[in-house]
């Protein structure tokens, strides 16, 4: 598995599992460091890097904030794509 985008019809993006795992991460804890979601996927024996990070930024489905250091948070988008993980996911960049 990698972290490289696949592309749908009509140039969409596609979520692999590593993306929607970490979708899955930050919708349950809401405000994660990168270093926990990381830490997260070792323990469920799941691929996970910047790539997907940057990906799903990228797709609007998360944002980076400034608390008490960086942090991550799923965005509205991303929820809806995650509802909609249960088969394949094809979102549109922003």
Known sequence: M???PQTGSGGT???NDADR???EILNT???VTKDEVARQLRQDNA???DLNFQKLKEMGLIEKVESLGTCWVIT???M???RGSHRP???RGP
Do not use: P, S
């Open 89 to 91: 996911t094809d979102i």
């Open 21 to 23: 795992r970490v979708l």
């Open 2 to 4: 990698t972290g490289e």
């Open 29 to 31: 804890k809401l405000l």
């Open 47 to 49: 691929n996970g890097t």
């Open 13 to 15: 993006c596609m979520l």
């Open 80 to 82: 809806r794509a995650l």
């Open 76 to 78: 509205q988008k991303g």
